[in-house]
């Protein structure tokens, strides 16, 4: 992966080298990534990411990519999911090296594929969301249920969902969270198309608010939308 040139877009590159210094649109930084670099530990030979450096302003960014490109280890890289064997993240200044649960305090990633929360019923994991996100909007997660049609499986458990309803919960809370850094991993991925295009319209409202960024993996552009960034990772 790190033979590939990458697409230097609005404050996004991704390069093998020294970083190239861009200027954004946005004057404002939410995300500043210098110098990742990351390699799993049962192929350490292989970079995924090699020098990786950018900034992410306020509203939607785009990582786009084929199967297998990156596009997840990357946002579990911006999460402080997975740990940088180089580099450095800040996010609205905050070091993720010296201030790890202050960094943490202001992401919501929620892994698509986990069993964590199985045992809760979707209501009960709903009520956990305002101990985690100091921002959690219960106003605007009323609207997310009746948007997404989840108020016929409010009693019942995660596990028990189907793939595309369970997607729906992680996207409710994601959204109502209030994170100042939101990470979402192909949200589109087993929806239907009504909902669909409910989160293409939260997506649209997110993108006009100075003080938050969503962060979206996708293996195509996003219809219409307008971009605050765009990483493309190649197919």
């Known amino acids: 992966m790190t033979n590939r040139r990458r697409i230097f877009y609005n404050g996004l590159y991704l390069t093998k080298g020294p970083a190239i210094n861009h200027c954004a649109i946005s004057q404002k930084t939410i995300l500043q990534a210098t110098g990742l670099s990351f390699s799993y530990p049962q192929d350490p030979q292989h970079a995924v990411f090699s020098l990786w450096s950018g900034s992410i302003a306020p509203g939607v960014s785009l990582i786009r990519g084929g199967e297998g490109r990156g596009k997840t280890t990357l946002l579990r890289l911006l999460a402080g999911e997975l740990a940088a064997s180089a580099g450095h993240l800040h996010l609205n ?62 009693d019942k458990a995660l596990y028990m969902l189907s793939t595309g309803t369970k997607r729906k919960v992680w996207l409710a809370a994601a959204f109502a969270s209030g994170a100042t850094l939101t990470l979402l991993d192909q949200p589109f991925t087993a929806l239907d198309k009504s909902s669909i295009g409910f989160v293409m319209q939260l997506l649209e409202d997110v993108s006009g608010n100075p003080a938050r960024a969503v962060v979206v993996s996708h293996y195509e552009a996003i219809g219409q939308l307008a971009l605050a960034s765009l990483i493309d990772l190649g197919d």
Do not use: K, N
Not at 94 to 118: G, K, N, R
């Open 93 to 154: 200044g905050i070091d993720l090296d010296e201030a790890p649960q202050a960094y943490h305090d202001q992401v919501c990633w929620i892994d698509p594929s986990t069993d964590l929360f199985d045992q809760l019923t979707v209501a009960s994991y709903f009520e956990s969301l305002p101990d985690h996100y100091t921002r959690f909007d219960a106003q605007q997660l009323t609207c997310l249920i009746a948007g997404l049609s989840l108020t016929a499986h409010m």
